[in-house]
């Protein structure tokens, strides 16, 4: 391997590490299929800022324009042909480029340590997700009790402060608010709204979290803010045990996060039928 490689290697290391220790989301792009160069690689940060190329200039700008387009896709990694989305580069028409999507580890952060906490932790655990637990009382949260990441509050931390180490910059993090009652939601949702995770939830009736959510409002909380905000938690599918309720939750950040509407797959076919 030549310096010249070998320096251009530990520069897209460098720059993959800091995007995932900044929170930021970054493309990576790798010519795998091509006449000459293959496994250059180009990293393009969400501000546009770019790393590395790719051998040639044309191309390392048209995989640049590109990757605000992959990532707006949200697909994991997909290999296209230069021809797909840079038909002027006709000479590298049939180069292959694999696009990867460089990310923070998919994060739950979890308010309240009760029954649904459990079912969500483990659903959550199962799915891929690291999930972190809070709770204003630390004897419900141990590691006997849930063998997970875990910060435990004392009354002097409050909720703010571990609310704030939980989450961190935001990004890759879904928060649900399952708390025991009105003032623990209020005021863990309050210490939410002051960080910017990517998901937000807050269980319990409409009338419930329309109580809370009128108190932060008078408060001054930002409008667009509590808009956000899934009150009441997860997607209708007629949930009723803490199990059904913690499914019905991981439905909504898994479409939240993938861009799915939550919708049923087969409607499309049931409602040709009912045109017919």
Not at 88 to 93: G, P, R, S
Not at 224 to 247: C, F, H, N, Q, Y
Request: glycine share 10%.
């Amino acid at each position: 391997m030549s310096d010249s490689i070998r320096k251009g290697s530990s520069l897209i290391i460098a720059a993959v590490r800091n995007a995932l220790e900044s929170g930021t989301l970054a493309v990576l792009a790798t010519v795998i299929e091509a006449p000459a160069g293959v496994g250059s690689k180009l990293l393009v940060a969400e501000s546009g800022e770019t790393t590395g190329d790719l051998g040639d200039v044309s191309l390392s700008t048209a995989a640049t324009g590109f990757a605000a387009t992959f990532l707006e896709s949200r697909e994991e990694a997909r290999t296209f042909r230069v021809a797909e989305f840079a038909p002027e580069l006709v000479a590298q028409a049939d180069t292959k480029i694999l696009f990867e999507r460089i990310q923070p580890e998919p994060r739950i952060v979890i308010c309240g340590a009760g029954h649904v906490r459990a079912a969500l932790a483990k659903l959550a655990s199962f799915a891929g997700y690291r999930t972190t637990v809070i709770d204003d009382r630390p004897e419900f949260v141990t590691r006997e009790r849930f063998p997970d990441q875990l910060i435990e509050l004392s009354a002097a931390d409050g909720w703010a402060e571990g609310v704030r180490k939980a989450i961190g910059t935001g990004a890759g993090v879904s928060v649900a608010i399952v708390t025991r009652g009105h003032s623990e939601d209020e005021e863990c949702l309050r210490s939410v709204m002051a960080t910017n995770p990517d998901y937000v939830g807050l269980i319990g009736s409409k009338r419930r979290t329309n109580i809370v959510l009128d108190r932060l409002r008078a408060t001054g909380v930002d409008e667009s803010k509590l808009m956000k905000v899934r009150a009441p938690v997860g997607l209708d599918i007629g949930a009723v045990t803490p199990e059904e309720v913690a499914l019905a939750i991981l439905a909504e950040i898994v479409a939240e996060r993938r861009g799915g509407e939550g919708g049923s797959l087969s409607a499309w076919r049931r409602n040709k039928r009912d045109d017919e």
